[in-house]
């Protein structure tokens, strides 16, 4: 397998580098304000989302459209089982979600994946709006503007997190954190196992991988239905950390800002996602402060970043041990 299909760091600076950001991220709550606490844990739920489609845009090679669905989905499940007035402990909520989302997402998978390239895209969008629809100015939803939703508790074997008022931000921040870490420490594994190398090979030559005896379909839909539970964990921290939900959360918005997180932070390596969503987020927020025209901002640096970074951020280390090498290296 080439190197830039392995997702992984291949170099000692690059597993540095993600110690350092994790460091970053353990710490920074006791640095800054809870604006900013709250701000960080929306970029990890985002890096979550982005992770989770990674595993099917980096490791198979399907670009989805109706990624952000099952994030969406999860979000309501734990809004129709944890109403305002009667909260439930995250142990029950998350499980829910996740299988939910997953059996969505097995359904959506096991129909779209029978096509390919732009066929397979415009399916997974179609999914996406149908699901969107479903709670689109309806009761089942709240309707067009939403509805609030009891959050869930951070409670286990009759223990639960009770943090003063201004704590609060902290309990989310880190649940989200440890459950960023745990994603991107299992895809890591996965990847680096006998099943991440034939996704790969499925990416690289999914002919090849068939004719030699793989039943690449099989594949690919665990893979599809794995992402899209991730996705439903993600959606669930979304309830979790905000309280809060409408049917902005299933709309293909969602898995178009997920896509640009990936080529942002870098389409070839798995911290890609976390990067990208962390810069994403910054972005926004100094958008906001220079104009009050954020998307073209946005816009016009996401475009100069895929112009002059093919590989995202994450690649800018690349290029660095590269240089060092040197054309004989």
Not at 35 to 57: P, R, W
Not at 265 to 276: D, Q, R
């Amino acid at each position: 397998m080439n190197e830039q299909t392995r997702l992984l760091p291949h170099s000692r600076l690059g597993w540095l580098l993600l110690a350092a950001l994790l460091a970053c991220l353990v710490a920074a709550p006791h640095f800054v304000s809870i604006y900013h606490t709250e701000l960080i844990t929306t970029a990890m739920i985002a890096a979550m989302l982005a992770l989770s489609l990674q595993l099917l845009v980096g490791g198979t090679g399907l670009v989805s459209l109706g990624h952000g669905a099952f994030y969406g989905l999860a979000a309501y499940v734990v809004y129709l089982i944890s109403p305002e007035a009667a909260a439930r402990p995250i142990w029950q909520t998350l499980p829910a979600a996740m299988l939910v989302a997953g059996l969505a997402a097995l359904l959506v998978g096991s129909l779209s994946l029978r096509t390919k390239g732009f066929f397979f895209l415009m399916v997974t969008l179609a999914f996406g709006q149908m699901i969107f629809f479903v709670f689109h100015d309806t009761k089942l939803g709240g309707g067009t503007d939403g509805a609030y939703l009891g959050k869930p508790l951070i409670q286990a074997f009759g223990a639960s997190l009770d943090l003063p008022r201004r704590q609060r931000p902290l309990g989310p921040y880190y649940v989200a954190l440890i459950q960023l870490t745990l994603m991107y420490v299992g895809l890591a594994l996965l990847m680096r196992s006998l099943f991440g190398r034939i996704l790969e090979g499925i990416r690289a030559n999914e002919h090849r991988m068939r004719a030699i005896g793989f039943d690449t379909y099989r594949y690919k839909l665990t893979t599809f239905v794995i992402a899209g539970m991730l996705a439903g964990a993600s959606g669930h921290m979304w309830a979790m950390h905000r309280g809060f939900v409408n049917p902005e959360l299933i709309s293909w918005h969602k898995s178009a800002e997920a896509l640009l997180m990936i080529l942002l932070g870098g389409l070839g390596s798995l911290a890609g996602p976390i990067v990208g969503a962390l810069a994403y987020t910054a972005l926004g927020e100094f958008s906001q402060l220079v104009t009050e025209r954020k998307l073209l901002v946005e816009g016009l640096v996401i475009l100069a970043v895929v112009l002059v970074l093919p590989r995202g951020l994450t690649g800018l280390a690349r290029r660095r041990k590269a240089a060092e090498l040197g054309p004989d290296g």
